[in-house]
């Protein structure tokens, strides 16, 4: 069978085998061999032949076998066995990994961000209920939260401890005839005693606390009326020896010296011993001196004794770090306690105390740093002589006592 091309020149038809056009004498392109056509690979039947059809009627064809991929060794169905197969399609593009991760991780986020929101709110809730249903004293130390079993208790009202009632005030009544002696370190006689510690109300307590502040700008009226009817007798800021105070070493143990505006009594011992203001013999007065424990602390004391007379006795009022007194010195016998107690609110270890004695008749008050801490009466001693005194109860001494702004008021 001879076929014919065309001419790309003048279109006329040339053979196949012709290189030149016979019209126009052009030259034909090449012509690609054709591939050599392998015979139709014949495939198994994958379903049984047909029965045979009814007569007047086309046999169906067989059916076509499953494209696939061919034998290993085999080209695709229609092509030559040495022809390049062609390539597979491009898979389907989708996300990249590194997509899917980052979307997956703010998935995770966002679940978590409103999960931490709704606990918070819930949480907040509940934590406002418990606060908003407690209402507690200010003035009210409350416990802190315990956990028990793993359960958070929170205190209830009844749970809360009230505060303990403060101790009385001073009483600036008449004191009784007789002093009395308090227990724990409290003011006899009228004053601040050991009291109980019953709980009271908010209501007692402020009552209480309006008694004390009445109390107390009657207190100091009445004082301030008192130093008004004064005058002042003596007065020694030991910045030298004008009034002749000993001075020097006494009895072995006992070293006396004025220097650096204080009057300065050393102990290498334990004894007792006083100065007096020689001049005159009192009975209504008031006696004031600052004294200073420097060293030895409670084994020392200083003191003002009063209604001094020789031979006779005196009264002492004695102050240590943790402890004071007011009592009654005989030439025998046991000096009788009309005050003690404890001045741990009031003292000021290791620096400088004021001591003050206002004697009116019978009445005695005494006084630390300005707060009353006795009223009594007593007339053991009418009248007498006026000093200061130190102690040392420490057999290896060590002890020191220092006195500045030792004063006598004398009062009608």
Do not use: H
């Not at 949480?123 to 507690?136: E, K, L, N």
């Not at 207190?219 to 020097?248: C, H, K, L, M, P």
């Amino acid at each position: 069978m001879t076929t014919t091309r065309t001419c790309p020149n003048c279109g006329a038809q040339v053979g196949e085998n012709q290189r030149f056009c016979a019209n126009c004498g052009s030259r034909m392109p090449e012509q690609p061999e054709k591939p050599a056509i392998e015979p139709t690979i014949a495939l198994p039947a994958l379903t049984p032949p047909p029965t045979t059809p009814p007569q007047g009627q086309t046999p169906l064809p067989p059916p076509l076998p499953p494209q696939g991929t061919p034998p290993q060794g085999q080209a695709p169905f229609g092509l030559p066995a040495d022809a390049p197969t062609a390539a597979q399609p491009a898979p389907r593009r989708g996300l990249p990994v590194w997509a899917i991760v980052l979307l997956s991780l703010a998935g995770l986020c966002i679940v978590g961000c409103v999960a931490s929101f709704a606990l918070l709110g819930y949480f907040g809730q509940q934590v406002s209920a418990v606060f908003s249903t407690a209402v507690v004293d200010l003035d009210t130390p409350v416990p802190e939260p315990s956990e028990e079993g793993g359960e958070l208790i929170v205190p209830s009202l009844e749970a809360i401890p009230t505060r303990p009632a403060e101790a009385p005030t001073e009483n600036l009544s008449e004191p009784t005839a007789a002093p009395t002696v308090s227990g724990g370190g409290g003011i006899v006689g009228g004053g601040v005693g050991g009291g109980a510690s019953a709980v009271q109300t908010a209501e007692a307590q402020t009552a209480e606390a309006l008694q004390a502040t009445e109390a107390l700008l009657q207190a100091t009226a009445e004082i301030e009326q008192i130093y008004g009817a004064s005058r002042v007798v003596f007065n020694d800021e030991f910045v030298d020896n004008r009034n002749n105070w000993f001075t020097g070493v006494f009895q072995e143990i006992e070293t006396d010296v004025i220097e650096d505006g204080v009057f300065k009594v050393i102990w290498q011992g334990a004894s007792s011993s006083y100065e007096l203001y020689e001049v005159r013999e009192l009975t209504n007065f008031i006696a004031e001196v600052d004294c200073l424990v420097a060293a030895g602390g409670t084994d020392g004391s200083c003191a003002l004794v009063f209604a001094q007379r020789t031979d006779v006795g005196f009264y002492k009022f004695e102050l240590f770090e943790d402890y004071y007194r007011l009592f009654v010195v005989r030439v025998e016998g046991d000096p009788p306690i009309l005050v003690e107690g404890n001045p741990e609110e009031i003292v000021r270890p290791g620096d400088w105390n004021r001591l003050r004695v206002i004697k009116q008749g019978e009445r005695i008050r005494i006084y630390i740093n300005d707060i009353q801490v006795g009223d009594v009466n007593d007339a053991t001693y009418p009248t007498g002589k006026i000093g200061v005194s130190t102690n040392s109860y420490n057999e290896a001494g060590g002890v020191e006592i220092w006195f500045d702004n030792f004063a006598v008021r004398e009062l009608p």
